[in-house]
């Protein structure tokens, strides 16, 4: 029997940074056409660019954490990362222009690549060898139970809220 412990605090943290960041994710990508649309008199289609606009921030903040987290340590990149995340959430608040959305989109897709590649890079480091498929596997979780939930829980806030509500839960998470 295996005594190397997996559910250490570290990982448990990094679990509910995943879990929230995933959720506000899926959130978001089913509010954001919608609420495009309707404060921004916008176009499906440039609705569907501003939900596509975080997935393409996304994958661009991915592309340059290998290095970030070689040049300034995991733990900093993470922690200035999740702050640039709160930042940008917030944003969401002020329904200033279509054009300040789509940035902010942007920027907020940048933070949460470098937040969720960060925080699995440091599951990655944290797991017992022994125990990475395990612990990797676990660790996932916190994924796939914010893409379960947050479209849910994003089509039932919309019932009995607004869409500011909706951001502050977001920022909340």
Known sequence: MNTEKLLTKDFVI???????????????MVVIPRYTMEIFNA??????LASGTYVI??????????????????????????????VTTALYLPKLSLMFLLINRIL???AYGIVATTAATIIAQIVPKSRQGEGISNYSLSGILAMAGGPFLAILLLQYTDYRIVFIYNLIF
């Open 14 to 28: 990094l679990f509910i940074i995943n879990l929230l960041a995933c959720l506000q994710f899926f959130l978001g």
């Open 43 to 48: 176009s499906a289609s440039i609705a569907g």
């Open 57 to 86: 921030g996304a994958l661009s903040g991915r592309l340059g954490t290998g290095r970030m987290i070689g040049d300034f340590g995991s733990k900093k990149v993470l922690i200035i990362s999740s702050i640039f995340y709160v």
């Open 108 to 110: 907020n897709g940048v």
